[in-house]
């Protein structure tokens, strides 16, 4: 009979060097990586591997996915609320844009947030900005999001100052701005409530997404700050703006001040210095119009569909989207990803 070990005579039992530290295992964000083995706080994970060899994608709700594992590469944009950045998962290499939203919300106002939070995380639609999840932490909201590597509307008007009817239409229709509404309008039954510039944003591809729904809409009408939230309240609908019910339509009166602006260049409404100033504008004046002069007469009829002073003047999404405007440019086969890339700064901010 052999002795016990007898056989195996070589085998040592070593404490790792520190060269072979267990940061060799140990992520940053304290997760023991082995192979196809992942530990961490929230416990084991074994991820089977794609095709690619790597761990397979992030998907929206992916309850695996924890804020430690996301490294930040850069600040893309601030908001009122709180940060944007890139940030890129450390296991799928996948980007993403990081919302940091740090703010003093009362309870109750926290509770029509999560409910907010709640519906963005089942929108899926091409044309609405992912959400994959959303975390809440010490009075702080982080929000993972699809990163659109070309910024926001706002930041390619910019550059661009102002982008031609052709495209204008593309991004209606062939892109599809006015899809994003019908979806949230008809599918989802929201109401996006902070429409504008910066909430529409567009990638190399040459697609346009709608971001923000709802939550930025409650945090500026709960804040009592109106003045530090006028970038919300200058797309707001008459009837928005005074406080009266609301519904879909007036997330089009929003749509149509961002179209004209586009075109413009310029914010629709005079340069007012608080939110009263606005307000009386907004309800006492006219609404804005686009130059028959400067501008289509398909365009400044779109235009007007979507600024009428009275709701119930105003056109659906799903009525807009048969509107002559959107059609008129198809033969140019306009393509909204070279125009997108070529004609605003350099996208891919990596
Ligand atoms: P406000 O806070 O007044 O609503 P905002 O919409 O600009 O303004 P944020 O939503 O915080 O504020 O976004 C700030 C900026 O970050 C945007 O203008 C845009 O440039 C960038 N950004 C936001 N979301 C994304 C995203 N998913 N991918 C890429 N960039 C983004
Ligand atoms: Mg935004």
């Not at 397979?56 to 996915?65: C, F, M, R, S, V």
């Amino acid at each position: 009979m052999r002795k016990a070990g007898s056989g195996n005579s070589k085998l040592k039992l070593s404490v790792p060097g520190h060269e072979a530290s267990i940061g060799k295992f140990l992520t940053q964000s304290g997760t023991f990586k082995d192979g196809n083995l992942l530990v961490n706080k929230d416990g084991l994970r074994i991820v089977s591997h794609s095709e690619e060899g790597g761990p397979p994608l992030i998907k929206p709700l992916d309850n695996q996915l924890s804020l430690a594992d996301l490294d930040a590469i850069k600040v893309v944009g601030t908001g009122t609320g709180g940060i944007v950045q890139l940030v890129r998962h450390k296991w799928t290499n996948q980007f993403f844009a990081l919302k940091v939203i740090q703010m003093n919300i009362q309870e109750d106002i926290r509770k029509q947030i999560a409910q907010e939070l709640r519906i963005s995380l089942s929108t899926q639609c091409p044309f609405v900005v992912l959400c994959y999840q959303c975390f809440y932490d010490n009075g702080v909201i982080s929000i993972v999001l699809e990163y659109m590597d070309g910024g926001s509307l706002a930041d390619f008007l910019k550059d661009v100052k102002t982008i031609p009817e052709p495209y204008l239409a593309a991004i209606c229709n062939q892109a599809s701005v006015l899809n994003g509404l019908i979806y949230l309008h008809h599918e989802k039954h929201i109401i996006h409530r902070d429409l504008k510039p910066s909430n529409i944003l567009i990638n190399h591809s040459g697609e346009v997404k709608i971001s923000d729904f709802g939550v930025s809409g409650i945090i500026a009408s709960s804040s009592g700050q109106r003045d530090t939230f006028t970038g919300t309240y200058n797309y707001m609908s008459p009837e928005r703006i005074t406080g009266q019910k609301h519904g879909y339509i007036s997330d089009i009166w929003s749509l149509g001040l961002v179209m004209l602006e586009c075109a413009t260049g310029q914010f629709p409404y005079p340069p007012h210095d608080s939110f009263y100033e606005l307000l009386e504008e907004v309800v006492e004046q006219p609404p804005p119009f686009a130059p028959s002069d400067q501008f289509s007469v398909e365009f400044t009829s779109f235009i007007s569909e979507c600024l009428q002073k009275n709701p119930t003047d105003r056109k659906s999404a799903q009525v807009l989207l048969k509107h002559p405007f959107l059609s008129m440019y198809d033969d140019l086969k306009v393509d909204l990803a070279s125009y997108f890339t070529s004609a605003g700064s350099p996208l891919a901010t990596f």
